[in-house]
């Protein structure tokens, strides 16, 4: 069964919603009931392979362990070895990396729908538990986080202590009601959003190769068409299967973050992934990039700003890049993202002009079309369209 | 331990030069974030410099944006941990 694309998947969303609906309004906790169906719907999930199911439940117990032992040495007050801390984050990424490397090679090993979030989710417990920023984990809190079935295959990646503190609450009846309202709104507007719009788009999306006996700027013109109607079909797509997780969640009283905002509208890159795919954005930023980065700047290296910040751009989206695959469009794709931020943060710094002029209209208006143009032509690079298309000069 | 004022005043002289803009000395109220004077490379630069002159470590995710996106609550963060 694929979570929001199969028939029955939405059935039984509806029949799981029933039960928690009755005990949101009665003022009750819906945390039991929702850890039960998450479990039943990773039955569901991986029904006909259950290997997969059999890894996430080595893995959970595996991350969990590995989280205690890491707290426990935290809470005693001596400081963490180096050996600790790499020790202890290769037992939560070393199946994602492995996963990840072997599918490059041909075969993909350790794998199971949903790994890379699920990856996501103990990585930041591990790291916040290092920081002293969680002081005490539950089994069955950890559990319901990394299984809560609403957002297990596709996140958008929730926060541990936000989830957990949303999980364990008891909602008062008028405040349930509003968020189970909206939470259907949100799942009808998202259907809507994938199953119809995307769908739109989607059969506007046909790369063709560079044809050199034809005209060439109407094959430009082309190009950016079939770039834009990729960009539209990823956007209706992803967006309304996110709004749907959130809906979901919502009606099971968690508020899952959203993932994205009017991402076409923005103005520069670094906003554009403040809107776009907005929770691995922020997750690359706090994990990766602001912890790369403090390193980096604790030790000068590399002497000057604008070069760490850019080694740290660079570096936090080829990560990105990596993690969609370890194919040459997807590592160009984080390469490209990496280099136009380390470019523009370059720029907002440095350039005095930009700087007094950048809430001018004129500018706004500019920058607004530069970045959607530069968006569009990473999705190109994103979907393949752009390899196909060189394709055809090389004949 | 350093008074207040005297806290405040050296906070102020490093956001100044991170932000790279003395408005930062009259509008202790405005978001830095939301004005573009701050950034997360400007944000961790700010971490290292508190951790450097005050010995106060801050954790990248210890407290949300919206709790430590303007001068004064900046201070607040610091002098709480000082």
Known sequence: ?395 | MADKADVEARLLDEIADICGDDIVREKRDVDLFEEGLLDSMGAIELLVAIEEDFGVSIAPTAVPRDEMNTVDKICAQVLKRL
């Open chain 1, 1 to 395: 069964m694929s979570f929001y694309e199969d028939p029955s998947f939405f059935i039984l969303l509806a029949a799981a919603i029933v039960p928690a609906a009755v005990l949101g309004c009665t003022g009750r906790r819906i945390k039991p009931w929702g850890l039960v169906v998450s479990v039943l719907f990773l039955v569901g999930l991986f029904m006909g392979s259950w290997e997969g199911l059999l890894l996430v439940a080595c893995y959970v117990p595996l991350t969990f362990l590995v989280s205690r032992l890491v707290l426990a040495r935290v809470r005693s007050g001596r400081p963490l070895t180096a050996a600790t801390r790499l020790v202890s984050l290769a037992c939560v990424i070393g199946p994602l990396v492995i996963y990840k490397v072997s599918t490059a090679a041909g075969s993909g090993i350790l794998g199971f729908v949903g790994i890379s979030y699920i990856t996501f989710k103990t990585t930041q417990v591990l790291l916040e538990i290092e920081d002293g920023l969680i002081e005490s984990l539950s089994f069955i809190d950890y559990l319901y986080f990394l299984v809560f079935f609403p957002v297990f295959t596709s996140g958008p990646i929730d926060r541990s202590r936000r989830f957990m503190a949303d999980a364990n609450r008891t909602l008062d009846r008028p405040h349930y009601l509003d968020l189970l309202g909206r939470g259907i709104v949100f799942l009808l507007i998202g259907a809507a959003s994938q199953i119809v719009i995307a769908t739109i788009f989607k059969q506007w999306y046909k790369p063709v190769a560079f044809d050199m006996t034809q005209d060439v700027w109407s094959q430009l013109v082309s190009f950016v068409q079939v770039s834009y109607a990729y960009g539209l079909y990823l956007y209706f797509d992803f967006a309304g299967y996110s709004l749907m997780a959130q809906g979901a969640s919502m009606c099971l009283g968690i508020e899952t973050p959203a993932n994205f905002r009017l991402p076409f509208l923005s103005h520069s890159l670094e906003e554009f992934w403040d809107r776009w795919h907005i929770t691995l954005s922020h997750w690359l930023r706090d994990y990766v990039f602001m912890r790369m980065e403090r390193s980096l700047t604790r030790h000068r290296i590399p002497k000057k700003r604008d070069a760490r910040a850019a080694v740290g751009l660079v570096a936090d989206m080829c990560l990105m890049g990596a993690w969609h695959g370890l194919t040459p469009q997807y590592l160009l794709y984080g390469l490209y993202h990496g280099v136009l931020l380390a470019i523009e943060q370059i720029m907002t710094h440095r350039w005095r002009f930009f700087r007094a002029h950048r809430n001018d209209v004129g500018m706004k208006v500019v920058m607004w079309f530069i970045t959607l143009n530069l968006v569009m032509f990473g999705f190109s690079i994103f979907s393949g369209q752009l390899f196909t298309f060189i394709g055809g000069i090389h004949g």
